[in-house]
């Protein structure tokens, strides 16, 4: 492929979400002169970040938060000028409820996920029998697994905890993160850290307390998540999205486009697509366009469905990433309402327990300025893998739904002043059972389409940071490939 030097490189980025949004941004901070167009099919930019300010609550319609321990997402803020308006969570109340019979039990401090680095809080839990705190603490004398290849979480939790353990606190744990099937879930493509601890020391309870030794962050007194490491925009997610959308270039941006083909051209990429609503420039009017490679960063099976002509197999292992759907609901209520204390910040439930929600969230005990003074702000989360009907009922019937089971576990009184359901419709992938070696099989294959790359949360990791990095690390892929072009395609 020839390319002009007298013209910038021309990539386009299918997907308007974090993913695509950190790749374009990418794209022009390595190659200031790079030609970019953002396709994002619906009317907005974020994706799963959305920011709503109603009555004076800031409602996070879908992800709260990031991570500081993985460093894309907080470096990414720095570089778009808004790291000085990051806040942690509040000081005060950083634990995690379990579910048991109706009431909310603190998850014992110093048990992250599924390795306790305090034993002491472990043997004293009312969450577990005495048999079942018999069972996890034998952890400590299991030996290693010999076999290999891939083991489901279920089966690794059983095998190591036993299993009260893993149905009473790391399943309701880990739902609360990937809404997943854990008799599916993979562990290596999931939480590999703690298959690296298995192999270390043997024993998770040896080596969380090998790293409670060593000082590591957030180990001795975390309660479920380590939430000293959480950080988010004092004004919201939605302002990490307008700081990246106000640093491209002014036409970058395509709203209500949607990409329905694209296929080799003699200069590159060709691109068709269809805009809603009026469009002032004249190449988007004619709904096609050239490029010199094209990103997409989208969900696996959208992706599968445009790369069906270009590379069969490909597509097909992308149309195979499975996916859930979920909720969540945004509630308000005058504190006096709510007679729980509230002491946490927030609480998920096993699915033993047989409700008909996953999570609650209480959004302004998490983060400061979330609510007005002497009310409360609670999102709560229903549907994923396991209760994917759910989301087949109405709005009014998940609120309801919503309402009833705060009344039972809050001790809620009345309706909510204020309710906004969000529905996320396919929007997590599922790291199923060989996940890792499906991954390895597209990159391998995109890795040999010239001008292609892929980016987003369906490959290797779905938490902001780890999205934010597959976009940056899409485009850098991108250029290098376009300045070691060959002659012609």
Known sequence: ?????????????????????????????????????????????????????????????????????????LDLCRRVGIADQLISTNHAGRRAFVVRR????????????????????????PILSPAGKMRLAWEYFVPRRRADGDESLGSFVRRRLG?????????????????????????????????????????????????????????????????SLFVTPRDGLSSLVDAIKARLPTQTVLLNTKVSTFERSDTGWRLTFRASGIQADSDVRSNQMEFDAVLLATAAPAAGRLLAAVDPQLSDDLSAIPYASTAVLSMAYDRH?????????????????????????????????????????????????????????SDEE??????????ELLGARGSPKLA????????????????????????????????????????????????????EAAAERVLESLRRAPAEI
């Not at 695509?20 to 974020?46: D, V, Y």
């Not at 109706?102 to 839990?125: C, D, Y």
């Not at 008909?356 to 994923?384: E, T």
């Not at 998940?398 to 009344?407: C, F, K, N, P, V």
């Open 1 to 73: 492929m020839e390319h002009d030097k007298n013209i910038g490189l021309r990539v386009a980025v299918v997907g308007g979400g974090i993913a695509g949004l950190a790749a374009a941004h990418r794209l022009g901070e390595l190659e200031p002169s790079c030609q970019i167009r953002l396709f994002e099919a619906g009317p907005r930019l974020g994706g799963s970040l959305q920011t709503v300010r109603r009555d004076g609550f800031l409602i996070e319609c879908g992800a709260d938060s990031f991570i500081t321990n993985l460093p894309a997402a």
């Open 102 to 125: 109706g009431r909310l039990l603190a998850v014992p401090e110093g048990f992250a996920l599924m390795a306790p680095a305090r034993i002491w809080p472990v043997l004293t839990t």
């Open 163 to 227: 299993r009260e353990a893993f149905e009473r606190l790391v399943q309701p744990l880990v739902a609360g993160i990937y809404t997943a099937d854990p008799e599916q879930l993979s562990l290596a493509a999931t939480l590999p850290r703690f298959i690296d601890m298995e192999r270390t020391h043997g024993s998770l309870i040896r080596g969380a307390l090998r790293q409670r030794a060593k000082g590591d962050a957030g180990v001795s007194h975390a309660s479920g998540a380590r939430y």
């Open 337 to 393: 309402q709510i007679a729980h204390p509230l002491d946490g910040f927030g609480f998920v439930v096993p699915a033993i327990e047989g409700r008909r929600i996953l999570s609650a969230s209480f959004s302004s005990q998490k983060f400061a300025g979330r609510a007005p003074a002497d009310q409360v702000l609670l999102r709560i989360f229903i549907g994923g893998a396991c209760q994917a009907d759910l989301l087949e009922r």
């Open 398 to 407: 998940l609120q309801q739904i919503a309402t009833e089971e705060i009344a």
């Open 420 to 471: 906004i359901v969000a529905r996320w419709s396919q929007s997590m992938p599922q790291y199923h059972l060989g996940h890792l070696q499906r991954v390895a099989r597209i990159e391998s294959r995109v890795a040999e389409i010239h001008g292609l790359a892929l980016a987003g949360n369906a490959f290797r990791g779905v938490g902001i940071p780890q999205v934010v990095a597959s976009g």
